[in-house]
T-cell receptor
Framework: NAGVTQTPKFRVLKTGQSMTLLCAQD?????MYWYRQDPGMGLRLIHY???????AKGEVPDGYNVSRLKKQNFLLGLESAAPSQTSVYFCASNPNRGVPVSGNTIYFGEGSWLTVV | SQQGEEDPQALSIQEGENATMNCSYK?????LQWYRQNSGRGLVHLILIRSNEREKHSGRLRVTLDTSKKSSSLLITASRAADTASYFCATDASGAQKLVFGQGTRLTINP
């Protein structure tokens, strides 16, 4: 049981390049999330998914796209990277036992460090 | 805007002392959670307190919740060097399907 796994862990992109961050969880969780964390700030929600085939926008969705084709995977895409997207990205999942989120804790991956130059 | 805000932003104390961090939020919540993040790592869940609870304990952790003031506090007693980390509160706003995190308190325990 690996929990939540993110790949890659580190990446340097040039402005305008595209890339995809992969998040995989082996806990059969319903909900999955992508957050970004910037220095001195908390985590800001980019996009999230409440089940296979569904996605929704979070607090800062612009410049990102996501897909949840399989329950265990949640992909975060940057179509045209910008320096403002330099950040640490965290994926997380939530079992959603019954009432959405209430009483459920979130399990985080170890983070993906992305630098856009 | 973010739902939760922690205070202070940074706290430095001596090993053995107690550390108190505060979190304020803006809207009604179902529950409030505290997470810990070691440098360069993901967040780890510490404790959850529901909106109808006022105090909760887990080991050296004590969490209080005052829904009338929309605030919570996390107390770490008898601090250890290994407690050095950033601590975040997260709220599950009523009706929402996601947690919203505060900016965090960076705690340093000096040996």
């Amino acid at each position: 049981n690996a929990g939540v796994t993110q790949t890659p862990k580190f990446r340097v992109l040039k402005t305008g390049q595209s890339m995809t961050l992969l998040c995989a969880q082996d806990m059969n969780h319903e909900y999955m999330y992508w957050y970004r964390q910037d220095p001195g700030m908390g985590l800001r929600l980019i996009h999230y998914s409440v089940g296979e085939g569904t996605t929704a926008k979070g607090e800062v969705p612009d410049g990102y796209n996501v897909s949840r084709l399989k329950k265990q995977n949640f992909l975060l895409g940057l179509e045209s990277a910008a320096p403002s997207q330099t950040s640490v990205y965290f994926c997380a999942s939530n079992p959603n036992r019954g009432v959405p989120v209430s009483g459920n804790t979130i399990y985080f991956g170890e983070g993906s460090w992305l630098t856009v130059v | 805007s973010q739902q939760g805000e922690e205070d202070p932003q940074a706290l430095s104390i001596q090993e053995g002392e107690n550390a108190t961090m505060n979190c304020s939020y803006k809207t009604s919540i179902n529950n409030l959670q505290w997470y810990r993040q070691n440098s360069g790592r993901g967040l780890v869940h510490l404790i959850l307190i529901r909106s109808n609870e006022r105090e909760k304990h887990s080991g050296r952790l004590r969490v209080t919740l005052d829904t009338s003031k929309k605030s919570s506090s996390l107390l770490i007693t008898a601090s250890r060097a290994a407690d050095t980390a950033s601590y975040f509160c997260a709220t599950d706003a009523s009706g929402a399907q996601k947690l919203v995190f505060g900016q965090g308190t960076r705690l340093t325990i000096n040996p």
